[in-house]
C-alpha cells in the first residue's frame, strides 16, 4: 500500500506530512533514473519524481534542484541524497545515491571493455554523437518544463538570461556570477512574499 498512496499525493504539498516512501522504493525508483540516461539523467529525474511518482511537485524540484545546483558534487546525486533524506533519513539517502550509481557503474565497466575494443570503429563515433545529440535536446526540455513550473516567470526567468550572458557570453566565473545572482533572486524572492502579505 506504499506505492499507492506515495502516488496519489505530491511530495508534501508544502512539506507537512510527505506520503510514505520506503528505502526500497526510492533504490528503485533512483535505479530507474540511473540507468535511462547517457551524458546527464536530469530529464528522467524529474519525470520519475514529479510525473510518475509524485514524490515532490514541479515546484519543489525547481527549489530542491536550485539548492542541489548550488551545492558541490553531481546535481543529481545531491537531489537523490535530499529526497532520500526527506522520506527515510540517512537510510534513505544511502538507498537513493546507491540505486542511482549502482547500475550506471556496472555499465560503465562494460562499456569501456567494449569501448576499448571497438571504440574507433566509424560506426560506434557515429552512434556517441547521436547519443550526445539526444541528450542535449532532454537537457533542453527540461530547462523549458522547469521554466514553465515557476509561478511568478515575469520575476524570475530573467535569471537564466542573465545566467547565459554572464558566463557564456562575458566568459564571468561561475561561482562569482552564482553567488551574486542567488543574492539577488533570494531578495527578489523576500520583496515579492513581503507584497503579498507572507510572514
Known sequence: MPEAGAQEQPGGGGGNSPAPVTCRQLFLGFSSV????????LPFA???LVEERRWLTAEEFN???????FLPGPNVANLSIAVGSRYQGIRGAIAAVSGLFGGPLLIVLLLGLLYDRY???PQVQGLL???TAVGCGLLFGTALRMGLALQVK???LPFTLAVFVAVALLRWPMPIVMVALLALAAGVAYAHLKRKGAP
Open 34 to 41: 540511473g540507468i535511462s540516461g547517457f551524458g546527464g539523467v
Open 46 to 48: 524529474r519525470r520519475m
Open 63 to 69: 527549489s530542491l534542484l536550485g539548492l542541489c545546483q
Open 119 to 121: 571504440g574507433q570503429l
Open 129 to 131: 554523437r547521436g547519443v
Open 154 to 156: 515575469r520575476l524570475f
